[in-house]
């Protein structure tokens, strides 16, 4: 589905006409293909409350009480992710300056945008999309070990032996570990710039949480080395 969200900052953002104009436009257009889709008779509990979800986040999104609006296109998006929901969460974010969350959700959107659909919608979309991707870095992680990756100390990324993709992060110094269960076993910080493609490679080892340094097997200093 593209790339991951992280949220660290939060900085305001006063969109210009023009962009105020094309969100609400995609607004419509995502209200006008909802209506015109075929609903099966009988949904789930949890797809009706996805449908609730979605539909109310677009009447706060009119009133624009993007807060309230952001929550119930999350909600949306955890129950029943469609591209729909992508896009008017990622608008949402863009709307409130999480310039992260936006890149990641408009991404999604556009890798789950049905081949079908209209040709000038998906153009909007990636035109947003740009938007936000000015303002955050894409960040390719790779480990050269097992474990699971966590970014900022709190949020997972997965494991580190399946595809991770790329990750939009806001502009900053973060940190990526890679971790083994409780298990410190890697760790590496990396500045994030505004509109860079970067690599970041794990798997040097660090100290460990009682401040002594990590041995590498077959090392002088290894125990059992000869």
Request: proline share 5%.
């Amino acid at each position: 589905l593209g790339a991951r969200t992280i949220d660290k900052f939060r900085t305001p953002m006063k969109p210009c006409l023009p962009t105020i104009v094309a969100l609400s436009a995609f607004w419509v257009s995502l209200a006008l293909g909802q209506v015109g889709s075929t609903l099966p008779r009988e949904m789930s509990e949890q797809e009706s409350e996805a449908d609730k979800c979605f539909f109310e986040g677009k009447a706060k999104a009119r009133e624009q009480k993007w807060d309230e609006a952001l929550l119930l296109f999350e909600c949306s998006w955890r129950l029943k992710p469609s591209y729909d929901s992508a896009g008017n969460l990622g608008q949402v974010s863009l709307k409130l300056g999480l310039y992260s969350k936006a890149a990641t959700y408009l991404d999604r959107c556009l890798h789950m945008f049905p081949a079908t659909g209209r040709k000038a919608q998906r153009a909007q979309i990636e035109k947003l999309f740009r938007d936000a991707s000015a303002h955050v870095a894409l960040v390719h992680i790779t480990a050269s070990g097992p474990g699971e990756l966590v970014l900022d100390r709190t949020i997972e990324l997965g494991s580190a032996s399946a595809p991770l993709g790329a990750v939009f992060v806001n502009p900053g110094t973060h940190i990526v570990q890679l971790r083994n269960g409780d298990r410190l076993a890697a760790e590496q910080s990396f500045l994030a710039v505004a509109g860079a493609s970067q690599q970041v490679q794990i798997g040097e080892p660090i100290e460990d949480r009682t401040g002594n340094e990590r041995v590498r097997a077959g090392s002088k200093e290894d125990p059992n080395h000869e």
